[in-house]
Each structure stands twice: as C-alpha cells, then as structure tokens.
C-alpha cells in the first residue's frame, strides 16, 4: 500500500518566480571562474584562454539562453519534430513553415517556462542528484561519509545526500554551483554510459571519461525535466484510474471482491470485517492514493516503483528497461564468434585465449554499456562502397590503393583493405593516423541517415552473414536494410537505441512503472464495472 500511495501523490513543488531583473542576478554571475570555463566547455563553446571573469561571463551570457533556458533552441527539426509528437502535437504545418516555427511550438509546450529555469540554476543541488539510481547514490554517501538511517530506502538516501552537497564540496575543496568531475568519482564509464543511454541521450563513440561526464551534466536539467514530465504524466493517468473507484462503484460490489480489491492493494483486512467495513477500508484508502495523504517525494515514487516492488514490478511485460536488456541478450546470442570478438575489440576489452562462444556472450553483455573506441577497424565495417574506396584512394597505403582501384574488388575486400590501412595508419600515428580519423569523422557523419541505403542484396546478405545472421528465403531488400541496421546499432551502441527514441526510452521506462500499478488496480476496478455496468470507459 505505502508503494502505491507513494506512486499516487506525486508532489512536485513549485519553483519561486524571479523578477524582471533576473538578468543581473544570473546564476553564472556567483559561479567560480573554473565553473564558467567548464560550463562553456560542456557545451562546446570555445572561449580564449587565458581569459579574465569578465570575458567568460560576457560568453556565457551570449549563450545562456541557448543552452540553459531553452536548449531546444539548438535542436535540429529531427529533434523538434520528435519532441511535439510525444506531446501528441501536430507537426506537418509547421514543419512546411521551417525550423522556426517548430521551436515555436516547443516554446508553448516545454517542460517550464524561462522564469523558472533561470530559478531552478540558482540552487543545482534541488534537482541535479534526482535522475541518479538509487545504487549511485548510496555509493556517494558510502564514499563520503553520510549516514543514511535505515531502512536505507532512494528518499532518504536522496534526502541525506541533498542535504550533505554543499558541505561534501567544502570539505574536498571543490566547488558546488556547477560541480566539476568530483561529483561523479563513484561512477564507472559503464555507469557514465548507461545515464546516457537509459535518459536518451546517445553517447558518441569515445572513451574519454572527462567527455562523458561532462554530456551527463550538460543534459542533466532536460532529464530532470523529462522525468518530472513523465512521472506527472503517469501520476495523473494512474490516479483517473484509482477515481474510477467511486463510491456507487464501491456500493455495487460484493464481500468476495472487495476482499480481492484489498488483497490485491496490500490493504490488511481484520479478520470479521462485514462488508461495510470492508467499503470503509476501500474508501479510506482510496483517499490516500488520491493524495489525501501525501508522505513522499515524486522523486522516490518511480525509485520504489523499480527498487521496492521488487518481484512484481519485474514480471511486467512492458518494463522497458528490461526489455532492452533482454532485445540485447537475444541479439547477443544469435551472434556469431567472430562478430562478439569484434564488439569486445572495439571496446578494448580483452578476450582471454580460447574463450567459448557463451563465456564471449557473457562478456559482450556485461559491457552492453561500455562506450566503444572513437575509431577502430570496425568502424568501417559498414561504410558504404564509395567511401571505402574513397578512403582508399587517399589513404597514403599503396597495397588499400590497389584494391580500391580495382573495379572487381567486392565490399568485402574493400572492407579488409580500408581496416588493413587503418590498423597500420594507428600503429605509424601522426599525419597518417590524424588523416585516417579525419575522413572517418567525415564518412560516419554524412552516412547517419543513409547507412546501408546504397548496398545491394548481396552485399546487405554478406553483412548479416558476419554477424551470424540468417536471411529467410523470400526477405525483401527493406527487410534486410532493416536487420542490417539494427544489428549495427546494437554493435555500436549496447543496449541503446540512438537517436531516434531520444524521447522514447525514459517515457517507455515511466510507462512501465504506470502500467504496473494499472494492473495491480486492474482486478478490483474491472470487476466493478462489469458489476455496476454504467462504467463506459476503459482504465
């Protein structure tokens, strides 16, 4: 009952609005210079250096609105377009009418309005620590000290670590505005990578660790947001759906299900209850779900939804998280030895000699979130026939140049040339090496959104056969265009999906928890409508 109460009274509190002058009292102007440089750098803004506090501050104010209170400011279409339909807002006139007008729209329907932002950046510590999981927030208090009474539930811990920030950052001499690397010193790269993934925010091929920690904080406020969203959202559908439960709804049903409807919600009934008491606990605790009670913070409910409800909460079918893993784990299994090796390779991981087919399995799904190499050998795997041979005409290698001069040199020959000239361009380094990244840099970025567009059936066959992939006999080319695309992207990314679910896998993940409490409701509720028959409407 505490999960589903806890769930139920989502309380978001409301952020203080600033006045007119807010502009003189940014939240940058009381920031430490070695916090302006790296916001600026977490953003990719250049700035001179050296440079004095007012150089950087006249930066930052150039940009702030861009990248603090409206960040969508900087979206492409693509991202504007996505962001309106999980709005469920048209976008097809406005998309005719060009960028601008879309940016319009998401105005109008974004998460908070400029006041509240420019609030919400005076005092991080209210809302940066709310996207962690409860495991990373138990090693930071772990790590520093803090004690958390039991039971160590995410509010608490959540509530203690809140309240220890600022005194955590004195003692280490660090700063706490817009907190620096220290703040993610229990995080893995794994862990690093796997915040990205999870809040739709596809990490780029890199292992620097500096870099990921710096893409989680510049998109820590929009996950915030977003969850906060999401978690409303759910709150609302959830609780419409608990209303249902009035009190002609309530009179119409029977001893037996309003006995099922209690044990079903972990409502304890006193042994002798008579039906009237029995209508009494439902409307009792009815009121508490509603919000009549409210004892948690929003940001615990999903927390609980995930950690606490345990057993139940992981049978759900729909549970996002869990089916991504498990999309992956199958992935993972039909692929074949060569095609794990390479994943690991392309990570760095090292494979122990003579490893069997499922010790390789294990090991690619234990690093589902590792980040790969910003280029390797395989990053060419599935450039397209031009762009092999392009690099190979300018790789400086003689032996690549005489294959991708021939006109009868396959793909994949092409392939084994270019990942021939770049393993040997990586060991010589300098000019050839820097040449090398600078055209894959190139190729993987204009081939984004056309990446197996061009290949022919043979070559699109021979792709999958690499991974172990079987084609049936009948497979269209987009069938196989398909497959071939979604095998790349569980090779280059893990368990995410890129861009295209930027939006999808936090609100699938919300969904999850929401569906989950749906269900545990279900019973009761359906056995009311079908009893009192005046209910029309589905949960």
């Known amino acids: 009952m505490r999960l589903l109460s806890t769930v139920f009274s989502l309380a978001l509190a409301a ?39 007012k150089d950087l501050e006249n930066l930052i104010q150039k940009n702030w609105d861009s990248y603090a209170v409206a960040p969508y400011k900087n979206w492409d279409s693509d991202k504007l377009t996505a962001y309106l339909q999980t709005k469920g807002i048209e976008t097809k006139e406005s998309a005719k009418s060009g960028k601008d007008s879309l940016i319009s729209q998401v105005q109008n329907s974004w998460y908070e309005t400029e006041d509240k932002a420019q609030t919400a950046w005076t005092s991080v510590s209210d809302w940066f620590l709310d996207t962690w999981t409860e495991s990373s927030l138990k090693a930071f208090a772990d790590k520093h000290g803090i004690p958390v009474p039991q039971p160590r539930t995410r509010d608490t811990i959540l509530q203690k670590v809140r309240s220890n920030y600022e005194t955590v950052a004195k003692k280490a001499g660090e700063t706490a505005s817009y907190p620096g690397d220290w703040l993610y010193d229990t995080w893995s790269e794994s862990d690093l990578k796997e915040w990205l993934d999870t809040h739709g925010f596809p990490a780029p091929q890199i292992t620097d660790r500096n870099k990921l920690i710096s893409l989680v904080r ?148 234990r690093n589902a979130h590792k980040a790969a ?35 009868s ?46 290949w022919s059936e043979s070559e699109l066959k021979a792709y999958l056969d690499s991974y172990g992939i079987p084609v049936h006999q009948g497979s269209t080319i987009n069938e196989l265009k398909a497959e071939a695309r979604k095998q790349s992207t569980y090779f280059k990314y893990g368990t995410t999906n890129p861009a295209s679910t930027a939006f999808a896998k936090l609100g699938d993940n919300v969904k999850g928890a929401y569906q989950w409490v749906v269900g545990q409701l279900g019973a009761g509720s359906e056995a009311a409508k079908k009893k009192a028959g005046d209910v029309k409407e589905e949960l």
């Open 15 to 53: 952020d203080a609005v600033v006045g007119s002058s807010w502009f003189s009292k940014a939240a940058y102007n009381k920031w430490h210079e070695t916090e302006l440089e790296r916001w600026l750098s977490d953003n990719d803004i250049p700035y001179p250096t050296p440079a004095d506090r």
């Open 218 to 365: 510049r998109n820590s406020r929009t996950a915030y947001l977003r969850l906060q969203d999401q978690k409303a959202t759910a709150s609302a559908s959830a609780s419409a759906a608990y209303a249902t439960l009035t009190d002609k709804l309530i009179d119409a049903w029977g001893e037996s299900q309003l006995k099922e409807f209690c044990d079903k919600n972990g409502i304890n009934v006193p042994q002798g209850s008579k039906v009237n008491e029995l209508r009494a606990l439902v409307r009792k605790n009815r009121a508490q779900i509603l919000g009549d009670n409210v004892s948690a913070s929003a940001a615990s409910a999903f927390g609980a939804a995930t950690s606490k409800a345990g057993n139940q909460y992981a049978k759900a079918t729909d549970d996002a998280t869990l089916a991504a893993q498990d999309a992956f784990d199958k992935v993972v299994n039909s692929w074949s030895e060569t095609r794990l090796k390479a994943y690991l390779d392309a990570r760095g991981v090292p494979v122990p000699q003579g490893s069997k087919t499922a010790e390789l399995q294990a090991l690619v799904r």
């Open 373 to 407: 190499h910003p280029y390797s050998a395989w990053t060419w795997d599935d450039l397209s026939y031009d762009n092999l041979k392009k690099y190979l005409a300018s790789s400086g290698n003689a032996a690549a140049k005489k294959v991708g001069d021939s006109s």
């Open 409 to 454: 040199a396959t793909r994949d020959e092409l392939v084994e040339a270019a990942q021939s000239a770049y393993s040997s361009a990586s060991s010589a380094g300098g000019g050839s090496y820097a040449s090398a990244t600078s055209y894959l840099a190139q190729a993987t970025e204009s081939a984004k959104k056309s990446t197996f567009d061009t």
